[in-house]
């Protein structure tokens, strides 16, 4: 999928309307606790105010039930841009109107402004035709660099889409490479890590990187499910049992390509302060729960990682949240951040948040900003805020 980048414009003179993704943590004091997705829009940004754009910028953020709320304002976002940028970033507090239609227009080369949260507009979710028309009135282009929420067909995403020339930025460029690459043409022996609690979540991701991958190790609480699927007593542990013959059938498809733990860190409860024990798979004791992969399985997972070329990691390992349980996502990220000869691709979400844990970030090729849209691309599901984008060989 060749689409249109920022790299392909002449932005002399023109307004760039960018959807980037400032859904970050907030805590009560207004502070942000995690500015990587700031940071990653910072080149696409630089980028276009240096060929001479000016810059609306827009990003949802949280769930807010489209109205205004002040626990989810931008504003501390737009204070955070300015101190990285060095520069004054506007604020109008609002989304669209007037005022907002004034101050684009008042922009000169090089100056930007931050929308209000799109999500304080009841549109946008709904991706409202009036609402996208009103958010493409104050730009000459669109970008997208909102990878993150390219999965959702909303007014700021696809629908202001539909009125402007539109292109990727130069995030959603790296992201579809990376990404794209390692499905459709990935340096081999390709190995996917696979973690996170539910073996239904990943059902399309397994079924799709099976035909694409030389091994899928399994951890996390969905690898209990596959052990209970091969007749183990997992006690305790979190088994989904509607989906033990999907499992089972995953398995058979596999033939071999699909690794499970041999061990497992078990717990009396779920709880930080709980006894534990590492056991083999079959010796789970009575009402215990596993809640981390064990030093064997950690052993067996990095002896098939050892020679890989491409190594595509989405899910955590184990309740790694609680430090007792973080010893197989944390040794995961460990181990990749050894694998120099290897493209390693960390798939958003929680393996992203761990890897920023871990201090790794800088010594994985690509973590990505995308949890449930790096999932669906895994799946190989189109995303719509990806296919509003023009094609390479579209008009300028």
């Keep these: 999928m060749r689409k249109r980048t920022v790299r392909d414009i002449d932005w002399q003179g023109k307004r760039a309307l960018v959807r980037v993704d400032f859904n970050v943590p907030i805590d009560g004091d207004g502070r942000i606790t995690d500015d990587a997705r700031v940071r990653a829009s910072l080149p696409t940004v630089e980028f276009l105010r240096a060929q001479g754009a ?7 953020l949280g769930r807010p039930e489209g109205a205004p709320d ?6 501390p976002v737009a204070r955070r841009l300015e101190q990285l940028l060095k520069s004054d970033v506007r604020f109008p507090g609002a989304i669209i109107g007037p005022v907002v239609e004034e101050a684009a227009t008042d922009l000169g080369p090089g100056e930007l402004m931050l929308l209000e949260n799109t999500r ?3 549109g946008e979710t709904s991706n409202d035709p009036a609402l996208s028309a009103a958010l493409a009135r104050l730009g000459d282009l669109f970008v997208n660099d909102a990878f ?6 909303h007014a700021s995403t696809t629908g202001a889409a539909g009125h402007l020339p539109s292109v990727a930025g130069l995030l959603m460029e790296k ?3 990376f990404l794209g690459d390692a499905l459709e043409s990935p340096s081999r022996p390709f190995v996917a890590i696979l973690g996170g609690a539910k073996v239904s979540d990943k059902i399309a991701v397994i079924e799709n990187l099976l035909q694409r991958v030389d091994a899928i190790l399994v951890g996390g609480g969905m690898a209990n ?9 997992m006690e305790a542990s979190l088994v989904e049992t509607g989906a033990l013959d999907t499992a089972r059938a995953l398995l058979r498809a596999g033939d071999g390509i699909i690794q499970l733990p041999v061990d497992l860190v078990t717990a009396d409860r779920f709880a930080a302060e709980a006894a534990r024990c590492t056991v083999s798979v079959e010796d789970v004791p009575a009402g215990w729960m596993a809640l981390d992969i064990g030093a064997a399985t950690v052993a067996h997972f990095a002896n098939r990682l050892a020679g890989a070329r491409t190594v595509l990691w989405n899910g955590p390992m184990g309740v790694f949240e609680l430090p007792a349980f973080a ?3 944390n040794a995961i990220a460990e181990m990749l951040a050894t694998l120099s000869h290897a493209t390693t691709i960390v798939g958003g979400g929680d393996s992203a948040a761990a890897v ?3 201090g790794l970030v800088e010594r994985m090729t690509h973590v990505s900003t995308g949890g449930g849209a790096s999932l669906e691309f895994l799946e190989g599901r189109v995303l719509p805020g990806v296919a509003a984008l023009d094609d390479k060989d579209g008009d300028p």
């Design 148 to 153: 993150g929420s390219a999965h959702r067909a």
């Design 225 to 233: 499910t596959f052990l209970a699927a091969c007749g183990q007593r």
């Design 70 to 75: 002040p626990r989810y304002s931008l504003l």
């Design 120 to 122: 304080f507009e009841a």
């Design 356 to 358: 920023r844990q871990a």
């Design 54 to 60: 000016s810059l609306v910028l827009m990003s949802h």
């Design 327 to 329: 010893h197989g996502t």
């Design 175 to 177: 992201e579809l490479a």
